[in-house]
């Protein structure tokens, strides 16, 4: 019944920016961990960035700090990944996930149940 989309990735130049939407199609829950983890070929899955609904906060991968910020519209079910400065090391599929049992423990396991089908973003002049 959960389904989540990702959609806004594409082809961007070195210190250009892009913003990600992730779509929470069939999510009931008033609150849960949302995040957004990233994959490149021969690399183990990074998590970029998460978030705890109900009291906003955030967790930052070293890489991302300072140039990505991560947002939710709860009303909307919608969550969303602001890339800027970006470098052509954070070339990538981007996987949004959510899971509404982690009791506020987001960062750090990777371990959700829901996940996006991901969306490849691309940095290159």
């Known amino acids: 019944q959960v389904r989540l989309v990702e959609s806004g990735g594409g082809s961007v130049q070195p210190g250009g920016s892009l913003r990600l939407s992730c779509a929470l199609t069939?999510?009931?829950?008033?609150?849960?961990?949302m995040g957004w983890f990233r994959q490149t070929p021969g690399k183990e899955r990074e998590e970029v960035a998460t978030t705890y609904s109900e009291t906003g906060t955030t967790w930052y991968a070293d890489s991302a700090k300072g140039r990505f910020t991560i947002s939710q519209d709860n009303a909307k079910k919608m969550l969303y990944l602001q890339m800027d400065g970006m470098k052509p090391e954070d070339t990538a599929v981007y996987f949004c996930?959510?899971?509404?049992?982690?009791?506020?423990?987001?960062?750090?396991?990777?371990?959700?149940?829901?996940w996006g089908q991901g969306t490849q973003v691309t940095v290159s002049s």
């Open positions: 996930a959510a899971d509404a049992a982690l009791g506020g423990y987001c960062s750090g396991h990777g371990r959700y149940t829901y």
């Open positions: 069939g999510w009931t829950w008033s609150v849960g961990c």
